[in-house]
């Protein structure tokens, strides 16, 4: 809806097969590019799923699900659906239903209430639930927030992959039984599912404690992202007044997201399962829930059983860079070029028939990937190729993969003025990035790969330092500078960096 770099959402709606993701916890450390996680999104732009015909497949399986949990003694009928809600207090004034002080927030309070009433929404659990309701200021700051440095992806990637997290997803995935069940049932892997949870919320430690109505209501009435944040109250009071989750259960990220696996509610409303048979969905306490409802959602966005995520790809002497990021092609297109991967090992029975793109995600200093349709449907989670790419990393290493071949290279974070300075120079170069809003995207990277073919460079599509300043130099002063040096990567050292 805003900026986008490398988008990001993931929500599923049944009526209408949107995507919505986007990320939480794993911010706290800062980010690749400012889209790549919810702390810093700024993407909230609805994309369209494929596979819409596959819904009543989908709700059969998670039929399906139930029954298999229940038949293999995992389930214990439990208590039922869950009735938390309070009894509701008669509205005191049904005029002006919020009195927060802030007289924008209240407008768009009341006239919020009024449209959800005459579209049938349930006007006592409304009113109660926005009575004392007030805007949340540190939603608002985290929601502008602009990072002066993007986190370099290799340090994204090292600090996202580590010993400490692989011993400690062993762990975790050992102590929910129901995942040889929740993989079976939804064909996505078990390592890859413990990888999210890993990832969202640090195996359930970080679901974040807002108050997601009071957030979502500080977003919806600040009006950026307003019609996706009224979708998400709606469905919060559809939670709400269905029983299912008490508002004080309702905590999660400042940007609406919930429970363990950090769903929004539309996409509880849509996807949530009960993965331990008990009855409920509850992504919160539950692990077996959060994890089978992950797993829910990735089958949706059409995971392919049996096929990888990524495998890192060894590139031939003399390879054009500019293949990076561009055709899909089959590993067998690909070794006729060259291309092969580095664990052939490691390669899973449907990949032969599946295209891979190449990913260069240092440019050519670094590591590249075949990034298979997996890789994809990981990223409508969370649209952030360093948000993919480290999930199926630790994935990687949690079913038994080798270490990469070739090393991340030390990057240098590039600030956020070098950013807008590298695109306004290819804009005024002719090779046009998209907006100079400081986020490297696709349409940045491809317009710095025509630049850099047509200079005679490597055309990796990577933005370094010195790439910053040999385009503000041409820019400013208008003369192409003489074709470098070879970089040498592996000289370069990050300041500060351990
Ligand atoms: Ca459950």
Redesign the pocket.
């Known amino acids: 809806m805003t900026r986008v770099a490398d988008g990001v959402v993931f929500v599923m709606v049944r009526s209408a097969p949107f995507a919505r993701v986007s990320n939480h916890a794993s911010c706290r450390n800062g980010q690749v590019s400012p889209a790549t996680c919810r702390i810093c999104h700024r993407t909230y732009r609805p994309r369209p799923l494929p596979g819409r015909g596959r819904a009543s497949y989908l709700d059969r399986m998670d039929r399906r699900a139930f029954l298999i949990l229940t038949f293999a003694g995992a389930a214990d009928p439990g208590p039922g659906p869950l009735s938390l809600t309070e009894p509701s207090p008669p509205p005191t004034d049904t005029d002006t239903p919020v009195r927060s002080g802030d007289a924008a927030f209240d407008a768009w309070a009341a006239d919020y209430v009024t449209r959800s009433e005459q579209a049938g929404a349930p006007s006592a659990v409304l009113r109660r639930e926005f009575a004392g309701l007030t805007p949340d200021p540190r939603v608002l700051a985290l929601d502008g927030r602009q990072p002066e440095f993007s986190k370099p992806i290799s340090d994204y990637i090292k600090g996202a992959v580590t010993d400490a997290r692989t011993a400690s997803a062993r762990t975790h995935m050992a102590a929910v039984p129901q995942l040889p069940a929740i993989e079976t049932l939804y064909g996505v892997p078990a390592p890859v599912l413990v990888s999210v949870w890993a990832m969202e919320t640090g195996f359930g430690a970080v679901m974040g404690d807002f108050d997601v109505l009071r957030s979502l209501a500080t977003l919806a009435a600040e009006g950026r992202r307003r019609v996706w944040a009224e979708a998400q109250i709606t469905a919060l009071v559809k939670i709400i007044a269905s029983g299912e989750a008490a508002r004080a259960q309702l905590k999660g990220s400042w940007a609406g997201a919930m429970g363990q696996t950090q769903f929004e509610p539309e996409t509880f409303l849509t996807t949530a399962v009960?993965?331990?048979?008990?009855?409920?969905?509850?992504i919160w306490g539950?692990p077996?829930?959060a994890l089978a409802s992950a797993a829910n959602l990735l089958a949706k966005a059409g995971w392919a059983p049996g096929q990888s995520w990524q495998a890192e790809a060894i590139l031939p002497a003399g390879f054009d860079y500019g293949l990076a990021e561009g055709e899909r092609l089959t590993p067998a297109a690909w070794a006729a070029l060259g291309v092969r991967p580095a664990a052939p090992e490691m390669a899973r029975p449907g990949d032969a028939g599946a295209t891979a793109q190449l990913l260069l995600p240092t440019g050519a200093a670094g590591p590249a990937f075949f990034a298979f349709p997996n890789h994809f449907v990981i990223r409508k989670y969370n649209n952030s190729v360093a948000y993919a790419l480290a999930v199926g990393l630790l994935a990687d290493r949690l079913a038994g993969a080798p270490p990469l071949t070739r090393p991340w290279p030390a990057e240098i974070p590039l600030s956020l003025a070098d950013r807008i300075a590298a695109q306004e120079s290819l804009a005024k170069l002719g090779f046009d990035p998209g907006s100079a809003d400081g986020l490297i995207g696709s349409n940045t990277r491809m317009a710095l790969r025509a630049w850099q073919r047509a200079r005679g460079l490597p055309a990796d599509g990577y933005l370094s330092v010195d790439i910053v300043g040999r385009l503000v130099a041409e820019a400013t002063l208008g003369v192409a500078p003489a074709v470098p040096t070879a970089p040498a990567p592996a000289a370069q050292t990050t300041p500060g960096a351990p």
């Not at 009960?274 to 509850?282: E, K």
């Open positions: 009960d993965g331990d048979g008990d009855g409920r969905r509850d539950s077996a829930d």
